[in-house]
């Protein structure tokens, strides 16, 4: 019996390598913005630390130089927060790259995987084929081989 070759086995090995390739990109990916977004979070829970602290300060008659050093560090933390959340637009961006990445190497490697079904269904219909017609032969050559 004939064995079945698919001609393009090479690519589609390929193909999922690419696949594999680009889905590892894709977790990166969104590994950095949910980190980002974690940073975020952990700088607005500092900012409100801070702020109770200054609004304590305030209320427990602290000095100038006191007040004024707890309002620097959540000026500084601000300043944090809008570099974070830049920094999550970036990697939103980044990430639908990704996406977007992975999907065209899943559609490639998909094309390759229906012409291998369909190349695969061609060679069964064409050793089916074989076979009936080496019965077909069969057949003959016993019935003439009686008369």
């Not at 090479?10 to 590994?31: H, P, S, T």
């Not at 012409?115 to 077909?136: G, P, S, W, Y």
Request: hydrophobic share 40%; no cysteine; net charge negative.
């Amino acid at each position: 019996m004939a064995k079945f070759i698919f001609k393009f086995e090479n690519i589609l090995k390929i193909k999922y390598k690419v696949e594999e390739q680009r889905k590892a990109e894709f977790g990166m990916a969104m590994k950095r913005l949910e980190d980002a977004k974690q940073s975020l979070v952990d700088m607005l829970i500092r900012q409100d630390e801070y702020e109770i602290l200054l609004t304590e300060l305030a209320q427990n008659g602290a000095s100038a130089l006191e007040l004024k050093q707890a309002s620097e560090k959540i000026d500084v933390i601000k300043v944090y927060v809008v570099n974070i959340k830049e920094q999550i637009v970036i990697e939103e961006g980044r990430v639908e790259i990704a996406r977007n990445n992975f999907n065209e190497a899943m559609k490639e490697r998909k094309i390759f995987e229906k012409l291998k079904e369909k190349e695969f269904e061609r060679f069964k219909l064409e050793v089916n084929a074989q076979e009936m017609k080496e019965v077909d032969e069969l057949v003959s050559f016993k019935y003439s081989d009686r008369a």
